[in-house]
């Protein structure tokens, strides 16, 4: 057995792991600790990524600090991201004021050079009634945007702009090299809510010169015809993923076939991704965007409401995506509360997609229609190569039902593994999540997090490497991961 090891030896790799995992203040402490491990509270590492929140109450004291820190560590920063709250109409001034003081001084500063620049939900549409402030925040940015010289990725989601604002900071953003170093870019909802950029020719121009974009994520009636060929024609290869986000009404904001084929052929790498929820498109033909000729990989679809009177319109979507993207499309999400008689049609789809590779589905969906998809992978007439599906409503003779099948497919077929709770384990065992491990001829259910899963009611089979995950919603049910904005924090990793 090897020698436990003491503090004073541990690799810088997992002291600066330390650090980063605590706050400023136990930084602090640590460092006051020996030298060593004052030498590792300067290492670069440790201060790539800042999140600077202004919050109401201490707005110029969040500034003052800040500012201290820019002028100690500002040259290591990476990646910045700023939060301005929910200002109103008492403090506005005040975090405007701030913002305004902490920008200004990365703007005098030539050492700070910002691979990642993140603007989180300014919404400025709801919190910044009045002009002056307003102005003043949006100003500020744009002077700190033109500033960098290297930018690869700018996230402003959420920032609900008014079309002069957008168009500024857009404008910003391909001045000088920005054009040709951003890589990715999230603008879904950047624009108020009513707005339709692509009918100014400042918005057309200013989208349109970004030369090395990679990664693209947008609401749909933020292009047009002109927009999609100027990204065509500019990009080409470079592109690799078009996330398209389908909010409001679009009727009349078609984009045409001809043009989707244009597309397709200048951009062959690109994955085009479609996120809709029909909440939003209540009362609207949920197909109208769904053209031939659009290059669809992704499919996301949601509900924001247990009641939502969609399940006709969903119906004959499923139907047309089978009919126009059978080869194309690769992955399909679609998660509801409450939607019923959606089998058939699910089914269709799977069985027309025959490149699909990812299926997720959090619907009521009958004990049936699982046994049928068990099967239709089994018979290898899907491609899947993961499947997740969270049901409710299903009685303990469906489950039943369900669990006798997939003894039936275990006892018939020599590489199909289960790879679930074992007959021994607990339904009270106290785990939100089963990771799966297969130790040779011995299958274990590892358990992890806080929450309460019933094994019963979840099991994971597994067929050349395929997982099928099943789990019963009633068992477990939280909120859906934002599938727009992975921020992934743990750059020592």
Not at 11 to 20: R, S
Not at 418 to 428: A, F, H, K, L, W
Request: glycine fraction near 4%; include cysteine.
């Amino acid at each position: 057995m090897a020698a436990p090891i003491e503090w004073s030896e541990l690799p810088d790799i997992a002291l600066i792991y330390i650090y980063y995992k605590v706050a400023d203040q136990d930084r602090l402490s640590m460092a006051l600790t020996c030298k060593n491990w004052h030498r590792l509270f300067s290492s670069a590492l440790l201060w790539r990524h800042r999140r600077v929140v202004f919050n109401s109450d201490s707005a110029e004291l969040t500034a003052e600090k800040e500012i201290q820190f820019l002028d100690k560590f500002g040259h290591c920063l990476n990646k910045l991201s700023i939060n301005i709250g929910t200002p109103n109409f008492k403090t506005c001034m005040a975090i405007s004021k701030a913002a305004e003081t902490y920008v200004t001084r990365i703007c005098g500063r030539n050492d700070i050079k910002l691979r990642e620049l993140e603007l989180e939900s300014l919404h400025l549409e709801q919190n910044w009634r009045f002009v002056l402030s307003r102005n003043r925040l949006v100003t500020a940015l744009c002077r700190m945007i033109r500033k960098q010289r290297r930018l690869q990725t700018i996230y402003m989601a959420g920032a609900r702009m008014r079309m002069v604002d957008g168009c500024r900071v857009l404008e910003a953003l391909v001045k000088g090299t920005n054009a040709r170093t951003i890589t990715n870019i999230y603008v879904e909802d950047f624009f108020e809510t009513n707005v339709i950029p692509h009918r100014a020719q400042r918005y057309v121009s200013a989208i349109s010169k970004f030369s090395s974009l990679q990664y693209i994520h947008i609401n749909y009636k933020y292009l047009n015809g002109e927009v999609l060929r100027n990204f065509a024609n500019k990009l080409g290869r470079k592109l690799e993923s078009l996330s398209l986000i389908l909010e409001g009404d679009i009727r009349g904001l078609e984009i045409p076939t001809d043009v989707w084929v244009e597309f397709a052929k200048q951009c062959p790498l690109a994955e085009v991704g479609m996120y809709l929820c029909t909440t939003i498109l209540r009362g609207h033909d949920l197909r109208t965007p769904f053209v031939r000729g659009l290059p669809l990989n992704n499919v996301y679809l949601t509900s924001w409401s247990r009641a939502d009177e969609t399940e006709f319109r969903l119906a004959a979507l499923l139907r047309h995506l089978g009919h126009l993207y059978n080869t194309s499309l690769e992955s399909f999400a679609m998660f509801f509360e409450q939607h019923e008689h959606l089998d058939v049609e699910l089914l269709f789809m799977l069985r027309r997609c025959r490149h699909l590779q990812d299926l997720s589905v959090l619907a009521s969906i009958s004990a049936d229609t699982i046994i049928d998809i068990m099967n239709l992978q089994h018979q290898r007439l899907l491609a899947l190569k993961s499947i997740n599906l969270t049901i409710s409503g299903l009685t303990d003779a469906d489950w039943a039902r369900i669990d006798a099948e997939k003894e039936r497919l275990l006892a018939t077929v020599g590489d199909f593994v289960y790879v679930g709770p074992s007959e021994n384990d607990s339904s009270d065992s106290g785990s939100s999540t089963i990771t799966l491990e297969d130790d040779g001829d011995a299958v274990h259910a590892v358990e992890a997090g806080d929450e309460n899963i019933d094994a019963e009611n979840a099991f994971a089979v597994q067929l050349n490497n395929i997982e099928i995950h099943i789990e019963d919603e009633d068992a477990i049910f939280g909120p859906l991961r934002n599938p727009y904005h992975d921020d992934d924090d743990n750059f020592l990793l």
